[in-house]
């Protein structure tokens, strides 16, 4: 069975990317764009990995990394965190908040699916 990521992503142009890349590979992809839905769909889409931007337009993606980990459903799904501010301390601040991968934008197609890969492939 096809494993299945949720991409929150408000920039039409990586969403679609992210989403092109992951469903080539054999992934059932779900995008996205407003961070206010995104954890209403991870709740119904049930995927095994949310790749979470973090510079949304009206939320924080680590406000949303931290309310999915306090959720008891959500809680066990890895999330990879992608932003194109990335800052010292940020890696860290992002993995405090639960992000269990991060990589900084521009990001590369081999280092991406090799994060995905990482973290699908811990889930069940």
């Known amino acids: 069975m096809a494993k299945r990521i949720l991409v929150v992503?408000?920039?039409d142009l990586n969403r679609k990317?992210?989403?092109?890349?992951?469903?080539?590979?054999?992934?059932?992809?779900?995008?996205?764009a407003d961070g206010h839905v995104a954890l209403q769909?991870?709740?119904?889409?049930?995927p095994n990995l949310i790749?979470?931007?973090?510079?949304l337009a009206d939320v924080s993606g680590v406000e949303l990394i931290e309310q999915a980990k306090r959720d008891?459903?959500?809680?066990?799904?890895?999330?990879?965190?992608?932003t194109a501010y990335a800052g010292k301390g940020d890696e860290d601040r992002i993995r405090?908040?639960?992000a269990e991968g991060y990589l900084a934008k521009p990001v590369s197609i081999g280092p991406f699916m090799a994060a995905?890969?990482?973290l699908v492939?811990?889930?069940?």
């Open 51 to 55: 790749i979470m931007d973090i510079q």
């Open 9 to 11: 992503e408000d920039n």
């Open 41 to 46: 769909r991870a709740r119904e889409f049930v």
């Open 96 to 98: 405090d908040a639960g």
């Open 121 to 124: 492939e811990r889930t069940v």
């Open 17 to 32: 990317l992210f989403c092109d890349v992951l469903k080539s590979q054999g992934y059932v992809v779900e995008p996205v």
């Open 72 to 82: 008891p459903i959500l809680r066990p799904i890895p999330v990879l965190a992608v």
């Open 116 to 118: 995905v890969k990482g």
